[in-house]
Nanobody, 113 residues
Framework: EVQLVESGGGLVQPGGSLRLSCAAS????????MTWVRQAPGQGLDWVSG????????YYAESMNGRFTISRDNAKNTVYLQMSGLKPEDTAVYLC??????WGQGTQVTVSS
């Protein structure tokens, strides 16, 4: 059974940091580029960041402006999203996906004082 399980979300104050994890199972993880997207309340999906299968290439939405860092550990079948300088507008459900084929359920990030 294919699974992508996100974790690490929570409530954080503006300016704070969180590290999201996405643990994969049931497919060959290092065959897939991985992506993080987010969905704010009442909004559509917003692409956040992507990483190539071997981690050599990373991509970010402009609005992340160097605040987010994506990485992966193929030995652990896990992709990460380190987020710093969080803003209230970063509040959303964050989901990972494997090349748009497999999707997780998401983890909630709330940025509020």
């Amino acid at each position: 059974e294919v699974q992508l399980v996100e974790s690490g979300g929570g409530l954080v104050q503006p300016g704070g940091s969180l590290r999201l994890s996405c643990a994969a199972s049931g497919f060959t993880f290092d065959d897939y580029a991985m992506t993080w997207v987010r969905q704010a309340p009442g909004q559509g999906l917003d692409w956040v960041s992507g990483i190539s299968w071997n981690g050599d290439s990373t991509y970010y939405a402009e609005s992340m402006n160097g605040r987010f860092t994506i990485s992966r550990d193929n030995a652990k079948n896990t992709v990460y999203l380190q987020m710093s300088g969080l803003k209230p507008e970063d509040t959303a459900v964050y989901l990972c996906n494997a090349r748009g084929v497999y999707w997780g359920q998401g983890t909630q990030v709330t940025v509020s004082s």
